[in-house]
């Protein structure tokens, strides 16, 4: 089992950059898939990218493409959301999540374990 905790949110402005982190508890963090998915108000919870367990595979989302960049160090049971180029679109809860195996599923469900959400606000 893994716990997940995300951190790096805030408030910044359109064209700006932030780093979302996302800690796991657990000796097994390298045997799961990590994503990342955000949800903004009235809106579905949504994909954003995805790695797979020793960052081979990496996805993400069209609308993120080329300004997003996901990212892990198994060593530090850390895994990371490099945003760049920040659009007021992008605003949103941005959720870290974990599934075993090593497929990179863009589904929310098939994800079982969630972190508990930190908040991103982009400015225009």
């Known amino acids: 089992q893994v716990q997940l905790v995300e951190s790096g949110g805030g408030l910044v402005q359109a064209g700006g950059s932030l780093r979302l982190s996302c800690a796991a508890s657990?000796?097994?963090?390298?045997?799961?898939?990590m994503g990342w998915f955000r949800q903004a108000p009235g809106k579905e919870r949504e994909f954003v990218a995805g790695?797979?367990?020793?960052?081979?595979?990496?996805a993400c989302a069209d609308s993120v493409k080329g300004r997003f960049t996901i990212s892990r160090d198994n060593a530090k049971n850390t895994g990371y959301l490099q945003m760049n180029s920040l659009k007021p679109e992008d605003t949103a809860v941005y959720y870290c999540?974990?599934?075993?195996?090593?497929?990179?599923?863009?589904?929310?469900?098939?994800?079982?374990?969630w972190g508990q959400g930190t908040q991103v606000t982009v400015s225009s």
């Open positions: 790695i797979s367990w020793m960052g081979s595979v990496t």
């Open positions: 657990g000796r097994t963090f390298s045997t799961y898939t």
């Open positions: 999540a974990a599934r075993r195996g090593n497929t990179v599923l863009t589904m929310p469900g098939s994800y079982g374990y």
